[in-house]
């Protein structure tokens, strides 16, 4: 009686080579928490260059407007010194702290009553804030890490 003989050589090594970097790269998150903070980071860069994402800031009042040497609302000083470039991010191996190290950052981002005898209304300007296509970009560039090893 005549067969017929089937012999399979799968070869796995580069299989086991991805396997084996994606369990290394899980057991320290760390990196994929630092790409997830510059991701976080530009978003909110975003939201002051856009003047709000992904609804538009309340507009200066004509009292700010007289001061200001500009009409860019919380950019005067862009990233040497305001709060745009005070924005921050610090990785953990569980969590991504995100801050703005500036004393008026709450007041702008939130609203409320500010200046001498709490006389001025400032209105809530949310910039710390990630947009959801921010959100896709994570996802993506996570899964890279995770598979591929690039950051």
């Not at 580069?14 to 994929?32: C, F, T, Y």
């Not at 991701?39 to 939201?47: G, K, P």
């Not at 609804?55 to 860019?72: V, Y």
């Amino acid at each position: 009686m005549g067969g017929v003989a089937v012999s399979v050589k799968i070869d796995d090594r580069e299989v086991r080579k991805l396997l084996g970097g994606i369990l290394k790269r899980m057991g320290n998150p760390a990196p994929a928490m630092k790409i997830i903070g510059a991701i976080a980071r530009t978003s909110i860069v975003r939201n002051f260059e856009k003047g709000g994402r992904p609804e538009k800031w309340t507009s200066l009042s004509l009292e700010t407007l007289k001061t200001k040497k500009g009409t860019a609302i919380l950019r005067e000083q862009g990233m040497a010194g305001g709060l745009m470039g005070a924005v921050n991010y610090k990785a953990f191996n569980d969590k991504v702290v995100i801050s703005a190290n500036k004393v008026y950052a709450a007041i702008h981002h939130f609203g409320g009553k500010a200046g001498r005898g709490r006389k001025v209304t400032i209105p809530a300007r949310p910039y710390m804030m990630v947009q959801d296509e921010d959100w896709v970009e994570m996802k993506a560039a996570l899964g890279d890490f995770i598979v591929r090893g690039k950051l």
